[in-house]
Structure formats: C-alpha cells, structure tokens
C-alpha cells in the first residue's frame, strides 16, 4: 500500500528520482571503492572498471541487449510464444496486407531523408551568407524541441480540408488556392500517396533543424582556401558548392543520412495520431504497436521488430566502421 | 601558396574579396539568398505561430475561419487555457511528464558520466569490444525491445510505474550519453588527472573534483537533450505506463484528445502549446548547450 503512495506522489518521485537516486548510486561507487582498497592492488585495478560500468551496464543488458535476443527468438513463435512456427511469421510479414505497408516505409525510406538532406543543405549554404542567420536558425531549430504528437496536432490543422468554393481554413489550403489561381483545395490527408508525402512532410518539418545544424557546422569548416582558389579559377558559385563545399562536407552529409533513416524507419508518433495508419498511410511501426495490443501477436509484432533491426544493419556497421577508423587515427 | 603572393593593385584585392561572377550577378544573386532564406524562415514559424493564435480564438472563430483571420478582426480569449487547465487536466499531465522527465534527465547525465569516465580513464580487457557494443546499439529501434520488456516490466511489478518509465528511458539512452560524454572526456589533458594522482586523489576523488567539474558543458547537452527525448516521447510511456493511476502523460494525453473528436478543437489547441511551451523555452534559453549536444552526438536510435 504504501509503495502504491509513492508512485503516485509526484514531488516524492522527482526528489526520489533526481536526488535519492544518484545519491545511491555515488554511494554505491564509494563503498565499492572502499572494498577495493582492502584487496590487493591489482585485483583492486582489475575490478575497479567493472565497479563503474556495472549499473550502466546492467540496465543496458535489461533494456537493451537481453530483450533484442529475446525479440529475436519470439518471431519464430506463434502468438502466444507456445509453439515453433519456422519463418511463418517473416512470411506473413512481407505478403497479403504488409506488403502496402512495407510499400509506406520504403517511401518514407527515400523520400524523408532525401528531401531533409537537400532542404538541410540549401539551408545551410544560404543561411550562412546572410547577416540574419542566427535568427534563422533559432526559427529553423524550433520544431526540433517538439514532441512528434504536438507536430501531428499542429499539423493537422494546417492540411485542414474544405470543398472547393468554401473559406478554407487551413493554412496550406488557404495558401494553394489563393496563390496559384483556380487551384482546388487538397484534402492532404484523405488522398491516397498525397497522405504518405503529407506525413512525410510533418517528419521534415520536425528534423530539419538537427540537419540544417550538423550541415552548417560542416560548412563553415570548408577551407576557405579553397573556395577562393576554385572562384579565381572562374568556377560558377554551382560548381564550387558540388566541387568544393560538398565534397568537403560529405562525413557530415553521411550523419545526416543515417540520422534520417533510421528515423524514417521507426517513424511512429506521425502516423498514430494523425491517420492512424488509415487510408493506406500504414508504417511497420504502428502496425507493430497493433499487433502487440490490439491483436496481442507477439510472433508478428517480434517479426516486424526484427525486420526493423534488420534494416538499421547498415546504418550500425556504418557507426562502428566509422567509430574504429577514428580510434585509429 | 603560390595564389596568395602581395597584390599591390586595389582593384585585384577588390577582385579577391568579391569574386568575378558575382560581382557579375550580385545583385539577383543576392536577392534569391535571402528570397530562400525568408521562406524558410517563415515557413517553419508559421505553424508555431498558428497554433498560438489558433489557441487563442474562440471555438466558433476557429472553426470558420483561418487564424490568420484574428489579426484582422482581432478576438483573443484565454478560455481554452481555462478549459484546459480545469477541465481536462492537464496540470496532472504535465506534472506526470514532469515525474518522468526530470529523474530521468538527471539519472542518464550521472550514469553516463560515471560509465565514460571508467571507459576513457581505465584500462582493462575488453574495453575496446566493450565501446564497440556501445556504438553498435546507438540506433537500435526502440521496437525491438518491447515486446520482451512487456512481460518483464509485467512480471517484476514496473509496468504502470513512472521508475519503470526512468529505467527504459535511461537504458536507452546511456549508450548514446557515454558515447557523447566519452569524446569529451578523453580530451581533458591527461596531466590534470596525474597531478591530482600524486596529490593522493582517488579515482572518486578524481571523479569528483576533475572530471565533473571540467565536464559540466557536455554534461549539460546531455541533460538538455534527454529532456527533450525524455519529455516528446510518446512510444515508451504508451506502452509501459498503462493501467497507472497517474494522470497521463502530456504526449500520450494529446495522442489521445487527437484522436477523439468529441472533445473540443480549443482545448486540443490550448494543451498542444502548453506541452511545447516548456521545450520550446528550454531550447531557446539553452540553445549553446542544445546545439553543442547535436553536434557532438549528431546519431541516437
């Protein structure tokens, strides 16, 4: 009972979890300490790393390490985890209605980080020539601090949908049919493959100024050198930036493109709130949370799962051959 | 070398500093810059601003007519905000993200910190194998965690708990933290740790008085960064945090007015900013630190 009042009392679970907490785990660290100095020096310096590591450690081997094992052995299982069905559930995964779904996550595979990537190097490459440009990037970063649900709500208010010859009263509506002439108003979010690109859309809106920041850094770090040497050189203010300023920048082009993958891979909170996965918007991840909750089919949410580690592969060799050739140098 | 020889000629120091094709077209040039640049800007506030304005008009105006309609006839109220703070409690909600974000916050900046510093200032067997581990799960998808987690947050009593929603969250993040935290960390001028070892320091003592004090901008981007991360999600608490008798978290109480239509498009407004508001000001207030986290990390999952 009395463990029930704690976790409901919020100012107890804050002093609790910001204070009590760390000060347990430093006084965990010092006794640790003080055992070490009664062993002998070297068991002493051999231990002592692992005394540091182990609570890091072990809540990563309970969150992360322990149920990706785990995940993976489930999709072989039925529902229940009670019997061995082979690849069953990897074949249900890419036939019959997964296969418009897989289909939604390609395009979201391609389209968002290409689209981010080139609105994020136009943005960087004219920010930085104009004397405004703290201010736009502040304006730029904004979205960054905001939950993906309050951008779908945001969102859906500005693909708000009237009929043609009705005051439109959503932003990107009101915009098309009053600066394109006899233009019709869009229902974004009804329209199959408009909907995808318009949730797409959301997700730009929402990325672009962690891009935009990592593409800037880069920009400014190009030699100014060899712009000058390549403009004396008469090469056009074009050829320079694909000559010069991208080839400079393209570990940093790299971050982006992982960065975007990855996320267009595990794209969640856009589509569960605004579409729900209707109207052929469905992404693998939502369908995930359904077949965990509303159909409870550990097999199938597990199979996804592991098809979504499986296509993050890339992007982690990509991590850890970058990581060592750093180590290295 | 060879280029930048002394140039006596004003006019080819001029030709330096402006180069010919611009000169050329300078002044269509300059105008599609910032042509670009206005665009940008306005459309990545626009949303922002509407949804302020949008929460500060009445149902029936928002309902007919767009909110760039308010600066023209202007009519503001404040009474989705009281709707939204009496009625539909959202001061629970954002008193719940509070409960979750801040010991989470705290929790992943120490344990980050301790983890890198035993990485960069210790030296044992498989402490190489045991960075590359680390590395390799920065972008796992938090989906492949879940369906196990389910029945152990389920067996071992954390499930509907906010500490269960801390350890998810910290364990998730800590490899991100000590990747982040390590780099900076590892450039600290060994000397330093030498000097307070002969002074008989401790590795705590060190800990304490050398790395912490000297990592406290790093540890600062972490903090800011796992707010954000900690505060936006929506995924985790979705999942884990069901069957509590907390008010839910803001995410997961906006996710919900969304998809119901029977509640009121100005108490959905009204509860949309007030669950930016706090990130929104976090990042504006601590954008150093923010975009020195960014740039440091650039990847998580």
Same mark, same amino acid.
């Given at each position: ?29 010092? &006794?640790?300490?003080?055992?070490? +100095? ?12 692992? =005394?540091?590591?182990?609570?890091? =450690? &072990? ?14 052995? +489930? ?7 009670? +019997? ?26 391609? *389209?968002?980080?290409? &689209?981010?990537? &080139? ?10 020539? *104009? ?6 990037? +502040? ?38 049919? /009053? ?11 009804? /329209?199959?493959?408009?909907?995808? =690109? ?54 940093? *082009?790299?971050?982006?493109?992982? /960065? ?12 569960? *709130? ?56 | ?23 050329? @077209? ?16 306005? @459309?990545?506030? %626009? ?21 760039? #309609? ?6 503001? !109220? ?26 989470? $916050? %705290? ?5 980050? $910190? ?5 990485? !960069? ?9 045991? @960075?590359?581990?680390? %590395? ?36 998730? $993040? ?22 307070? @070892? ?7 003592? #060190? ?11 790093? #540890? ?36 919900? #007015? ?8 100005? $108490?959905?407004?009204? !509860? ?21 986290? %960014? ?7």
């Amino acid at each position: 009972m009395q463990m029930m009042e704690f976790i409901e009392n919020v100012p107890l679970l804050i002093i609790v979890g910001a204070i009590g907490l760390p000060i347990a785990v430093y006084a965990i660290l010092g &006794v640790g300490e003080r055992m070490l +100095t009664l062993l002998p020096g070297p068991f002493a310096k051999s231990l002592r790393p692992w =005394l540091w590591l182990l609570i890091p =450690l &072990v809540l990563i081997a309970l969150i992360l390490v322990y149920p990706l094992l785990s995940t993976v052995v +489930t999709a072989f299982f039925s529902p229940d985890s009670s +019997t061995y069905v082979g690849m069953d559930n990897f074949i249900w995964s890419f036939t019959g209605e997964m296969v418009g779904v897989i289909g939604n996550n390609l395009l979201w595979l391609v *389209v968002f980080p290409v &689209v981010t990537l &080139v609105l994020a190097l136009l943005a960087a490459v004219f920010f930085d020539k *104009v004397k405004y440009e703290k201010l736009a990037m +502040t304006l730029i970063i904004l979205p960054t601090a905001i939950s993906f649900t309050a951008g779908a709500v945001i969102w859906t208010h500005m693909y708000s949908y009237q009929p043609a010859g009705a005051t439109q009263i959503g932003t990107v509506n009101a915009v098309l049919t /009053t600066l394109v002439p006899g233009a019709e108003p869009v229902p974004w979010l009804q /329209t199959p493959f408009i909907n995808n =690109l318009a949730l797409i859309a959301v997700a730009v809106w929402l990325s672009l100024g962690i891009a935009t920041l990592i593409l800037s850094a880069a920009v400014k770090n190009v030699a100014g050198e060899l712009l000058e040497a390549a403009r004396l050189d008469g090469a056009g203010e074009l050829r320079v930036f694909f000559s010069v300023t991208l080839r400079s920048i393209l570990p940093a *082009v790299l971050v982006v493109i992982t /960065t975007e993958i990855i996320a267009a891979l595990k794209v969640f909170d856009i589509v569960y *709130v605004m579409t729900n996965g209707n109207l052929n918007t469905d992404v693998i991840a939502n369908r995930m949370y359904n077949e965990l909750f509303a159909a409870n089919d550990l097999g199938h949410a597990s199979a996804i799962a592991v098809i979504l580690l499986i296509a993050a592969l890339p992007v982690v060799f990509i991590n850890v051959f970058q990581f060592r050739a750093e180590a290295q140098s | 070398m060879t280029v930048r020889a002394p140039i006596a000629t004003a006019e080819v120091v001029n030709a330096k500093k402006i180069p010919t094709h611009i000169r050329r @077209s300078h002044w269509s040039w300059r105008w599609l810059i910032h042509v670009v640049v206005v665009v940008f800007i306005v @459309s990545w506030f %626009v949303p922002i601003l509407a949804l302020l304005v949008s929460s500060l008009r009445t149902q029936d105006d928002t309902a007919s007519s767009g909110w760039w #309609m308010a600066f023209i006839e202007p009519l503001f !109220t404040i009474y989705n905000y009281e709707l939204a703070l009496d009625g539909a409690g959202v001061v629970g909600s954002l008193t719940t993200s509070l409960a979750i974000a801040v010991p989470t $916050t %705290v929790l992943t900046t120490v344990l980050s $910190t301790i983890g890198a510093y035993a990485l !960069t200032r210790m030296r044992f067997a498989g402490r190489a194998a045991l @960075s590359l581990l680390l %590395v390799s799960l920065l972008v796992t998808p938090p989906q492949i965690t879940l369906v196990p987690l389910l029945k152990v947050y389920n067996d071992i009593g954390l499930s509907g708990t906010v500490p269960g929603i801390w350890v998810y969250q910290v364990g998730f $993040t800590v490899p991100f933290g000590i990747f982040l935290i390590r780099g900076f960390i590892s450039s600290i001028p060994n000397e330093l740790f030498e000097s307070a @070892s002969v002074d008989g320091a401790s590795p705590l003592r #060190m800990f304490r008085s050398v790395a912490i004090p000297l990592s406290m901008p790093v #540890m600062a981007s972490l903090a800011i960064m796992q707010f954000l991360w900690s505060w936006n999600d929506l995924l985790v608490p979705l999942i884990f945090l069901g069957g509590s008798q907390l008010p839910n978290p803001i995410t997961v109480e906006l996710a919900g #007015m969304a998809q119901q239509i029977s509640q009121g498009q100005g $108490t959905l407004l009204a !509860t949309t900013f007030l669950s930016v508001a706090v990130p929104l000001i976090l990042v504006i207030s601590l954008q150093r630190y923010f975009v020195r986290g %960014v740039l440091g990390g650039a990847v998580k999952g």
